[in-house]
């Protein structure tokens, strides 16, 4: 089934904003998305003001000058809650002129995507000045272009950071013993050696099975263009991937949102199927991951070309919590590496002790939980609290199921 993705720079073509004149009151914005957001913030967002403690809350209706984002119900409240919004008015402002940027109907040079990388030219993944510039990416000489791009460019390069073999992971910044083990295997997959493969019957050589990333609680990434995604299939030349991505919002943000297909004996649970390349196998199911576990659909899991990904998931959230109880388990039987991130330090901490206290003893930790190199250098802003900031995939960490190794004792195998 073919689809097409709405692209956020055609949104608004015409040209509405110079270099030096991105900031705009959101309420008064000449974009009329942004005059949206404002409207939206305004209806659902309430007064952080202390007095609303001991009274009825109050919608935002007040835009601050300073940051161009509503904050407040009233003037009085802002300036009387002056010193607590102090800590957030620039963040504020830069997301303001951001949004702004990307409808700004400008060129945008940084979102043109380097091809293959060559055997000899190796990726740094120090950070991420190292690693655009040896990935051969145009020169991105503007913060503002910076945080542009990183903000898409996270989701593949986290991934890639970690599972390839020049990782900044080892076990002196957070890997495990048992994670070394993990990755060590993907890595086994992803750096084929060499076999001087040619163009001729003589030269013809087996090729591995594509390398299988489930993408779980699948939402705005899902919806990425697709040469956001193919980088993987660029820094790792050799391999083939198929990308699964797996959630009940997994087809949010689509273009048009088309309904999945009807289940038939060769598609039984309505994926969608998207050939991105010969390298790169997207299939997308609109649907929780332990409905497909306990089919099997998947099955056999193997360490060597599975793994499983969760941005954001939100497992200790109390809104999300209960979505995750059933497919928790189902993960940690598979014995394959969950990689996860988090939008904050507390998102991230809260998500790492409700597996430990849902799972306790069941899993081993592959990645301690740390600050992603490559996290969004781009700030979000929550529409719901515009005072909830956070960094796309601010957090890493990795675990998977405990595996309990036959061992020999006077002379009878145990477990």
Same mark, same amino acid.
């Given at each position: 089934m073919e689809r097409s993705l709405p692209h956020p720079l055609l949104q608004e073509p015409r040209v509405l904003l110079k270099p030096g004149n991105l900031f705009h009151p959101m309420d008064e914005s000449p974009s009329p998305s942004m005059r949206e957001k404002a409207a939206y913030i305004k209806a659902n967002a309430y007064c952080p003001h202390p007095a609303h403690a001991h009274t009825h809350p109050s919608h935002l209706s007040f835009t601050c000058p300073d940051c161009g984002v509503p904050t407040h119900c009233s003037k009085?409240?802002?300036?009387?809650?002056?010193?607590?919004?102090? #800590?957030?008015?620039?963040?504020?402002?830069?997301?303001?002129?951001?949004?702004?940027?990307?409808?700004?109907?400008r060129f945008f040079p940084e979102f043109n995507y380097p091809g293959v990388q060559l055997h000899e030219a190796l990726i740094n993944f120090t950070n991420w000045d190292t690693y655009l510039y040896t990935r051969g990416f145009e020169a991105v000489n503007e913060e503002r272009s910076l945080r542009q791009l990183t903000k898409l460019l996270t989701y593949p390069t986290t991934i890639a950071s970690v599972l390839h073999e020049l990782s900044p992971y080892n076990l002196r910044n957070g890997l495990t013993n048992e994670g070394l083990k993990s990755f060590a295997a993907l890595r086994y997959t992803l750096h084929p050696p060499l076999t001087g493969a040619g163009q001729t019957i003589k030269g013809l050589r087996l090729q591995s099975p594509p390398v299988r990333l489930f993408i779980l609680g699948a939402r705005a990434e899902s919806s990425l263009p697709r040469e956001i995604w193919h980088q993987l299939a660029h820094i790792f030349p050799q391999s083939l991937f198929h990308l699964v991505f797996i959630g009940p919002q997994s087809m949010l943000g689509w273009d048009s949102e088309p309904s999945a297909p009807s289940p038939d004996p060769h598609n039984p649970f309505g994926a969608v199927i998207e050939r991105v390349s010969h390298h790169m196998k997207i299939s997308t199911f609109v649907q929780y991951y332990n409905v497909l576990h306990d089919a099997n659909y998947f099955a056999p899991f193997d360490p060597?070309?599975?793994?499983?990904?969760?941005?954001?998931?939100?497992?200790?959230?109390?809104?999300?919590?209960?979505?995750?109880?059933?497919? #928790?388990?189902? #993960?940690?039987?598979?014995?394959v590496p969950v990689l996860c991130t988090g939008?904050?330090?507390?998102?991230?901490?809260?998500?790492?002790?409700?597996?430990?206290?849902?799972?306790?003893?069941?899993?081993?930790? #592959?990645?301690?939980? %740390?600050?992603?190199?490559?996290?969004?250098?781009?700030?979000?802003?929550?529409?719901?609290?515009?005072?909830?900031?956070?960094?796309?995939?601010?957090?890493?960490?990795?675990?998977?199921?405990?595996?309990?190794?036959?061992? %020999?004792?006077?002379?009878?195998?145990?477990?």
């Open positions: 009085e409240h802002l300036y009387e809650d002056y010193e607590n919004h102090l #800590l957030i008015c620039d963040t504020l402002r830069e997301v303001n002129e951001d949004e702004h940027d990307l409808r700004s109907g060597y070309f599975d793994c499983f990904v969760c941005f954001h998931p939100g497992f200790g959230h109390p809104g999300s919590s209960a979505e995750w109880e059933a497919t #928790l388990p189902k #993960l940690l039987e598979t014995k939008y904050t330090e507390m998102d991230l901490s809260r998500d790492v002790d409700w597996v430990k206290r849902e799972c306790e003893g069941e899993f081993d930790v #592959l990645l301690e939980p %740390q600050e992603n190199r490559f996290k969004s250098l781009r700030w979000d802003m929550n529409d719901d609290d515009p005072t909830d900031l956070s960094q796309g995939n601010w957090g890493l960490w990795a675990f998977r199921g405990k595996r309990y190794e036959a061992v %020999q004792k006077e002379g009878i195998f145990t477990a």
